[in-house]
C-alpha cells in the first residue's frame, strides 16, 4: 500500500498552492464582499493550464489524472470557496458530461474552449421540482425536423452566465419514468433561452449561480450527448465523479480554518499565556486535524479508484459526506476558537462557515448521501 503521491501530483499540489495562496487568497474576502465572479483569476488559471487539468491533451487539456485535478481544487478551494466552486462545477460538471459521453465531433469541438478557458462549463440539472429528486426532471425536449425543441426550467446552476453552452437534463421520452431523460447541449445564444442570476446567497458570493428559462428553444438533433434516454444514467456517473470532488473542497475550507485558527491560537494571548496552551484549544485543533486528514485520505482513495478503472462510487459518497461535514464542523470550531472575532468580517472564520455549508447541500444532500451510501450496503 504505497500513499506516496507521484512526482506529477506534488508538482502540480505545490505549483497551484503557491499560485492560489498568492494570486486567489488575497483577493477571497473582496470577491466575497463583492459578489463579483473573479473573471481575472479564472484567466490566469487557464493561463496555467488548470482549466482543462484532467482532460486529454488531444482536446486541449492538460492530460493530468483526476487525482492531481482534486489536489488542485483542495489549493483553489482552501485560498477561496467561490473559485473554488467555479472551478469545480466548470471540470466536473460542464467538461465531464462531453468527455465521458459526448461523440467524438462534439468533444473536438466543445472541449478545447472549455480547456482554454474561452468559456466556463455549466451543467443544467436541478429544477424547482426536481431537486434531490433527479429523476423528476420536467423540462422537456421534442424532437421536430431535425431539432430538438426544448421547454422548462432549471434552477441553482452554476457558471451559466460565463459559458457559451450549458449541457442540460430534459425529457425527451414521456412514459419512461428516468429512462426517458437525455443529456442535449444548449448555446446560450440560442433564441428563447434565457438565463437569469442574482440570487442573494448565505455563501460563496463571488459564484455564478443561475436560473435557466426554455421556451421553445431549437438545437439540432446532434447536440443530443451520447444515447438517447441514457441521460440518467451519465449524470449519475458525472455526479459520482463531482462528489470526489466536493470532498477534496470539504477538505480546502476545512484546512483553511484550521490554518486560520492555528495562527490565532499562538498569537491570541489570554490569562498571561497563548490560548494554544490551553488544552480546551488544542483539544479543538486537534480534532480539526485528524478529521482533515482522514477526508483527504477519503478523496485521495476514491479519486485514485477513478483513476486506476475501478468502482469508486461508494467511496465518492464517503469522500462528499464526510468531507463537507467536516468541513462545516471545521468552521464552528474556527469561529468558537477566535471568540468574538470569528463573529465578525475582520476574520475570515465567518466566511468559512457561509461557504462551507452548500457542499452538505450540492450534488447530494447529506440525507441523500447517506441513503445511498445505505443502498450500497445492500440495504
Same mark, same amino acid.
Given at each position: 500500500?504505497?500513499?506516496?503521491?507521484?512526482?506529477?501530483?506534488?508538482? @502540480?499540489?505545490?505549483?497551484?498552492?503557491?499560485?492560489?495562496? $498568492?494570486?486567489?487568497?488575497?483577493?477571497?474576502?473582496?470577491?466575497?464582499?463583492?459578489?463579483?465572479?473573479?473573471?481575472?483569476?479564472?484567466?490566469?488559471?487557464?493561463?496555467?493550464?488548470?482549466?482543462?487539468?484532467?482532460?486529454?491533451?488531444?482536446?486541449?487539456?492538460?492530460?493530468?489524472?483526476?487525482?492531481?485535478?482534486?489536489?488542485?481544487?483542495?489549493?483553489?478551494?482552501?485560498?477561496?470557496?467561490?473559485?473554488?466552486?467555479?472551478?469545480?462545477?466548470? !471540470?466536473?460538471?460542464?467538461?465531464?458530461? @462531453?468527455?465521458?459521453?459526448?461523440?467524438?465531433?462534439?468533444?473536438?469541438?466543445?472541449?478545447?474552449?472549455?480547456?482554454?478557458?474561452?468559456?466556463?462549463?455549466?451543467?443544467?440539472?436541478?429544477?424547482?421540482?426536481?431537486?434531490?429528486?433527479?429523476?423528476?426532471?420536467?423540462?422537456?425536449?421534442?424532437?421536430?425536423?431535425?431539432?430538438?425543441?426544448? $421547454?422548462?426550467?432549471?434552477?441553482? !446552476?452554476?457558471?451559466?452566465?460565463?459559458?457559451?453552452?450549458?449541457?442540460?437534463?430534459?425529457?425527451?421520452?414521456?412514459?419512461?419514468?428516468?429512462?426517458?431523460?437525455?443529456?442535449?447541449?444548449?448555446?446560450?445564444?440560442?433564441?428563447?433561452?434565457?438565463?437569469?442570476?442574482?440570487?442573494?446567497?448565505?455563501?460563496?458570493?463571488?459564484?455564478?449561480?443561475?436560473?435557466?428559462?426554455?421556451? $421553445?428553444?431549437?438545437?439540432?438533433?446532434?447536440?443530443?450527448?451520447?444515447?438517447?434516454?441514457?441521460?440518467?444514467?451519465?449524470?449519475?456517473?458525472?455526479?459520482?465523479?463531482?462528489?470526489?470532488? !466536493?470532498?477534496?473542497?470539504?477538505?480546502?475550507?476545512?484546512?483553511?480554518?484550521?490554518?486560520?485558527?492555528?495562527?490565532?491560537?499562538?498569537?491570541?494571548?489570554?490569562?498571561?499565556?497563548?490560548?494554544?496552551?490551553?488544552?480546551?484549544?488544542?483539544?479543538?485543533?486537534?480534532?480539526?486535524?485528524?478529521?482533515?486528514?482522514?477526508?483527504?485520505?477519503?478523496?485521495?482513495?476514491?479519486?485514485?479508484?477513478?483513476? $486506476?478503472?475501478?468502482?469508486?462510487?461508494?467511496?465518492?459518497?464517503?469522500?462528499?459526506?464526510?468531507?463537507?461535514?467536516?468541513?462545516?464542523?471545521?468552521?464552528?470550531?474556527? @469561529?468558537?476558537?477566535?471568540?468574538?472575532?470569528?463573529? @465578525?468580517?475582520?476574520?475570515?472564520?465567518?466566511?468559512?462557515?457561509?461557504?462551507?455549508?452548500?457542499?452538505?447541500?450540492?450534488?447530494?444532500?447529506?440525507? !441523500?448521501?447517506?441513503?445511498?451510501?445505505?443502498?450500497?450496503?445492500?440495504?
Amino acid at each position: 500500500m504505497d500513499f506516496k503521491l507521484t512526482e506529477d501530483q506534488e508538482l @502540480i499540489r505545490g505549483s497551484v498552492r503557491g499560485f492560489a495562496q $498568492n494570486e486567489i487568497a488575497p483577493k477571497a474576502a473582496e470577491i466575497d464582499k463583492t459578489g463579483e465572479f473573479p473573471v481575472d483569476v479564472f484567466k490566469q488559471m487557464a493561463e496555467l493550464g488548470l482549466m482543462g487539468l484532467p482532460i486529454a491533451e488531444e482536446y486541449g487539456g492538460a492530460g493530468a489524472d483526476y487525482t492531481s485535478y482534486c489536489l488542485a481544487l483542495e489549493e483553489i478551494t482552501r485560498a477561496c470557496g467561490s473559485t473554488g466552486l467555479g472551478y469545480e462545477a466548470h !471540470i466536473s460538471l460542464g467538461c465531464m458530461p @462531453i468527455y465521458l459521453f459526448g461523440t467524438e465531433e462534439q468533444k473536438r469541438k466543445y472541449l478545447p474552449v472549455l480547456c482554454s478557458g474561452e468559456t466556463m462549463g455549466s451543467f443544467g440539472l436541478t429544477e424547482p421540482e426536481a431537486g434531490s429528486d433527479a429523476g423528476g426532471t420536467r423540462t422537456t425536449a421534442v424532437l421536430e425536423d431535425g431539432q430538438w425543441v426544448i $421547454n422548462g426550467s432549471k434552477i441553482f !446552476i452554476t457558471n451559466a452566465s460565463y459559458a457559451q453552452f450549458v449541457t442540460i437534463t430534459a425529457v425527451t421520452d414521456k412514459g419512461q419514468g428516468t429512462r426517458g431523460i437525455s443529456d442535449i447541449i444548449v448555446p446560450t445564444d440560442t433564441p428563447g433561452f434565457t438565463i437569469r442570476a442574482g440570487f442573494e446567497k448565505l455563501g460563496l458570493h463571488g459564484s455564478n449561480t443561475t436560473e435557466l428559462f426554455f421556451d $421553445n428553444v431549437r438545437v439540432s438533433e446532434e447536440n443530443l450527448v451520447g444515447a438517447r434516454g441514457e441521460g440518467f444514467r451519465q449524470f449519475l456517473a458525472v455526479l459520482d465523479g463531482g462528489r470526489i470532488a !466536493i470532498g477534496a473542497m470539504g477538505v480546502g475550507i476545512a484546512q483553511a480554518c484550521l490554518d486560520a485558527s492555528l495562527k490565532y491560537a499562538k498569537e491570541r494571548v489570554q490569562f498571561g499565556q497563548p490560548i494554544g496552551k490551553f488544552q480546551a484549544v488544542q483539544f479543538k485543533l486537534a480534532d480539526m486535524a485528524m478529521n482533515i486528514e482522514l477526508a483527504r485520505l477519503m478523496y485521495l482513495k476514491a479519486a485514485w479508484l477513478k483513476d $486506476n478503472g475501478r468502482p469508486y462510487s461508494q467511496e465518492a459518497n464517503y469522500a462528499k459526506l464526510f468531507g463537507s461535514e467536516i468541513s462545516t464542523k471545521a468552521a464552528l470550531e474556527a @469561529i468558537q476558537i477566535h471568540g468574538g472575532y470569528g463573529y @465578525i468580517k475582520e476574520f475570515p472564520v465567518e466566511r468559512y462557515l457561509r461557504d462551507s455549508k452548500l457542499l452538505e447541500i450540492g450534488e447530494g444532500t447529506s440525507e !441523500i448521501m447517506r441513503l445511498v451510501i445505505a443502498r450500497g450496503l445492500g440495504l
